[in-house]
């Protein structure tokens, strides 16, 4: 809880800063309006973050910065958000590293998908903010023309939740009906393992699961409690196949 306390009030002082200095650059004095959007439901530690992020923010900047979070895909995805920011409709999103790879342009952070690459949240921290990987996020920064305002803040490892029996080995992915995000690593892996993945939005997932499109999901344990998804799945399987996965703030400058 420290570790996110100290996050938030960095990047508020960050956003801040720089939102002031360039609404004094141009002369401006009327009220400035931030679009914050992200995928998680209003019980997760996503929203709750970003509420806890408006109230510091409009707090710091008394008044003159107004922060308008929309949370559950309210907005779309994580891509049609970003498209969103790209053109000028929406300044910031709340939401994993790894979703900066679906967008043209951001392609190098598929690397956080890679099932088993990371001993743990810290290794993957680590990998990210060192001296090899800056010159790829500023690559990445320039040609989405998307910041990343911080890479922190952990959150529960993916796992598995099946429906009518559990997976005990790699034999039981054979046919499996299972939703994966829209990475392509992932889906690899899952035809890999003989499943037979899906790409289902994140805000229709639990329709999915319950309808019978789909028997089986790969979120972590955070995301299976909030968005309810052990009332139609009867198995969690805690495989951390990708470790700890990321949040991040992105703001178009």
């Known amino acids: 809880m420290k570790k996110l306390i100290v996050c938030i009030v960095v990047t508020v002082f960050f956003i801040t800063l720089l939102v002031t200095s360039s609404a004094f650059s141009a002369g401006q004095e009327a009220k400035i309006v931030l679009r914050l959007g992200h995928i998680r439901d209003t019980s997760h530690p996503t929203h709750l973050a970003a509420l806890k992020f408006k109230d510091l923010v409009e ?116 046919g499996l009906k299972i939703r994966t995000a829209a990475s392509p690593t992932v889906l690899a892996a899952m035809k890999a393992l003989g499943a037979l993945p899906q790409q289902i939005p994140f805000a229709e997932l639990y329709m999915a699961l319950k309808t019978g499109v789909v028997d089986a999901q790969e979120n972590g344990a955070l995301v299976v409690l909030s968005k309810s998804l052990y009332e139609v799945q009867d198995y969690y399987v805690k495989t951390d196949y990708i470790y700890k996965r990321r949040q991040e703030m992105l703001l178009l400058i």
């Open 59 to 174: 707090e710091k900047s008394k008044g003159r910065i107004e922060v308008k979070v929309y949370p559950n895909s309210q907005l779309g995805g994580p891509k049609e958000m970003f498209v969103q920011m790209q053109t000028g409709d929406l300044e910031m999103v709340y939401g994993g590293i790894n979703t900066f790879a679906w967008i043209k342009g951001g392609e190098a952070f598929e690397i956080t998908a890679i099932p088993f690459l990371y001993r743990d949240y810290e290794h993957m921290r680590n990998s990210l903010l060192s001296d090899f990987f800056q010159p790829i996020i500023e690559k990445a920064e320039k040609e989405t023309k998307i910041k990343i305002i911080n890479i922190n803040g952990d959150t529960a490892p993916r796992g598995l939740t099946t429906k009518n029996r559990p997976i005990k080995d790699a034999s039981g992915f054979k």
